[in-house]
């Protein structure tokens, strides 16, 4: 069974750089069958999508975020990670890492959605 | 890129049903069969509840269920049951590689 376990620090310092990792296990990071992303929850608050990314590298971003994003994949690590520059008490939230299938997935997977999650991983921001 | 619009709350006794609305706009809900439910539990991880706007995952019971006109997309559950309580959340793909989520709908079980 296919598993995402988020980590990385749970305290930054403003106008630092947020780092996260998601590591996946029982399952490669390198199927063709899948984008690998990044979504956010405030305390309280919504759902918010960051930005995915492909095995190759392809990426895309939430556009209110790009500017401070970078999301990249190690495929020997079968891990993804996220940079989120320059953070401030905003940007307070669980980070979530999931598993989005392309349309094409095959069984066992849900096209088109974020069909496998991480438990999440709480990310504070304050000096 | 602005989150799909959901009431703040929905309510209704064990054994009725309810109908959880996700409004977007023709750049996302209106353009793409592409909308996803999820439900989420205090503390937890969201789980997948419905996909491609109408599809359910295995072992998601068929009390739920989805539909989409227009720009809104619509979340029914029935025969509501004490442990459906929890946080509902739409999500669209929005164009361009993007992904936009609502602002949440909680579910209260009376």
């Known amino acids: 069974q296919l598993q995402l376990q988020e980590s990385g620090p749970g305290l930054v310092k403003p106008s630092e750089t947020l780092s996260l990792t998601c590591t996946v296990s029982?399952?490669?990071?390198?199927?063709?069958?899948?984008?690998w992303g990044w979504i956010r929850q405030p305390p309280g608050k919504g759902l918010e999508w960051i930005g995915s990314?492909?095995?190759?590298?392809?990426?895309y971003y939430n556009p209110s975020l790009k500017s401070r994003v970078t999301i990249s994949v190690d495929t020997s690590k079968n891990q993804f990670s996220l940079k989120m520059s320059s953070v401030t008490a905003a940007d307070t939230a669980v980070y979530y890492c999931?598993?989005?299938?392309?349309?094409?997935?095959?069984?066992?997977?849900?096209?088109?959605?974020?069909?496998?999650w991480g438990q999440g991983t709480m990310v504070t921001v304050s000096s | 890129q602005s989150a799909l619009t959901q009431p703040a709350s929905v309510s209704g006794s064990p054994g009725q049903s309810i109908t959880i609305s996700c409004t977007g706009t023709?750049?996302?809900?209106?353009?793409?069969?592409?909308v996803s439910w999820y439900q989420q539990h205090p503390g937890k991880a969201p789980k997948l509840m419905i996909y491609?706007?109408?599809k359910r995952p295995s072992g998601v019971s068929n009390r739920f269920s989805g539909s989409r006109s227009g720009n809104t997309a619509s979340l029914t559950i029935s025969g509501l049951q004490a442990e459906d309580e929890a946080d509902y959340y739409c999500?669209?793909?929005?164009?361009?590689?993007?992904?936009?989520f609502g602002g949440g709908t909680k579910l209260t079980v009376l």
């Open positions: 023709s750049s996302d809900v209106g353009s793409y069969n592409l």
């Open positions: 491609e706007g109408t």
């Open positions: 990314i492909y095995y190759i590298g392809s990426t």
């Open positions: 999500c669209s793909y929005a164009g361009s590689g993007t992904w936009v």
């Open positions: 029982g399952g490669s990071i390198s199927s063709s069958s899948y984008y």
């Open positions: 999931a598993r989005r299938p392309l349309a094409d997935c095959g069984g066992d997977c849900y096209q088109d959605a974020f069909d496998i």
